[in-house]
């Protein structure tokens, strides 16, 4: 995952994310084309670009100013607030804990996650039947940190793959909530 936490914020290299680019974009950030690095390119841009195929509101953006006016248009308010995840002190591979306290947000959501770019890319989307939560998370031992952490229960999931139900031992239909990444950008 190149691009996601040591990505530049802004790039002034202006191409449109699609994938007819794909070579003018290699060739511009000197990406080997058959690298890990030109595949995650590859994959970015075939995501992006899938714009018809998907039922639900859909974009990618370079700008985050840009991700809060499309969260503004797909959630028809006139203002929008975001939610990270926020990780307070250190974390460890090995920290333990425990749920301290859960609020809901809202069920108008559009979340926005970072993808493998050269430069500082999001893919948004605007999900149907979500409800979305914060969660006061504690470490079990006083010196490990806490947590406020954003959360999506997508709640019907009976168009999702089954290759989701079979890694998560659930059945289709069910609930799913999941935790989002402290890199990722919920806007309600």
Not at 2 to 22: D, G, I, Q
Not at 44 to 61: A, D, I, V, W, Y
Not at 76 to 105: F, K, W
Request: aromatic share 10%.
């Amino acid at each position: 995952m190149f691009a996601r936490a040591e990505a530049p914020k802004s790039n002034h290299f202006s191409v449109p994310l699609e994938s007819k680019y794909l070579a003018t974009i290699l060739s511009h950030f000197k990406i080997p084309d058959d690298s890990m690095k030109a595949k995650q390119v590859a994959d970015t841009l075939r995501s992006c670009g899938e714009q018809g195929k998907k039922k639900e509101p859909h974009m990618c953006f370079s700008s985050r100013e840009a991700m809060a006016r499309f969260a503004t248009r797909a959630l028809g308010v006139s203002r929008t607030r975001a939610a990270i995840t926020r990780i307070h002190g250190h974390e460890t591979p090995n920290s333990m804990y425990v749920v301290e306290h859960i609020t809901q947000v809202s069920n108008n959501v559009v979340p926005c996650r970072p993808m493998d770019f050269p430069y500082e890319v999001f893919y948004c989307h605007r999900p149907k039947e979500v409800q979305s939560l914060t969660v006061q998370i504690k470490g079990l031992k006083d010196s490990m940190p806490y947590v406020t952490a954003t959360v999506i229960c997508h709640m019907n999931t009976s168009g999702w793959d089954k290759q989701y139900f079979q890694l998560l031992g659930g059945e289709r239909g069910e609930p799913i909530c999941h935790y989002m990444p402290h890199n990722y950008i919920m806007f309600y």
